[in-house]
């Protein structure tokens, strides 16, 4: 299965939900970064250039992947910047660990059309599962 994502506008009108897939953990938490990012603007004209580490913990995967897109678009907020490639590990034991770095550049208004605003990631509807062909998930973004 090809990672990637797709947007449910019947899911959360108000808001923007959307399913993601891969057929590893890191291609799932990608496809969701590239997925809340494209809200924002068109990830094309992004350039990879300033990466930023990252480590989470979480005690389940579902909150690990909630924590992470809590924390890049924090990241968004606070750096100003936009990111459209995740070099990302994630490790399953007792607890979920998730170490790696986010690659993008600084918000350019000559360059980057901003969509909308992403404001938070939202419990409603929020799942991970493991599938026969990979992984997947059900994201709704706060707008």
């Not at 108000?14 to 496809?31: K, R």
Request: glycine share 4%; proline share 2%.
């Amino acid at each position: 299965m090809k990672s990637g994502y797709k947007y449910l506008d019947e899911i959360a009108p108000a808001d923007q939900a959307f399913e993601a897939w891969g057929n590893t953990l890191e291609e799932l938490f990608s496809s969701c970064a590239k997925a809340t990012f494209e809200v924002v603007t068109d990830l094309s004209k992004v350039e990879p250039g300033e990466s930023i580490p990252l480590k989470i913990e979480a005690e389940t995967l579902e909150e690990l992947l909630y924590l992470f897109l809590s924390e890049i678009i924090y990241l968004k907020d606070t750096e100003r910047s936009l990111f459209n490639k995740f070099d990302l590990r994630i490790e399953a034991g007792k607890e979920f660990r998730l170490s790696g770095k986010v690659s993008g550049e600084k918000i350019d208004s000559e360059k980057h059309v901003l969509k909308t605003d992403v404001k938070a990631v939202t419990y409603h509807q929020f799942q991970v599962k493991k599938r026969k062909d990979g992984y997947y998930a059900r994201v709704v973004l706060d707008l």
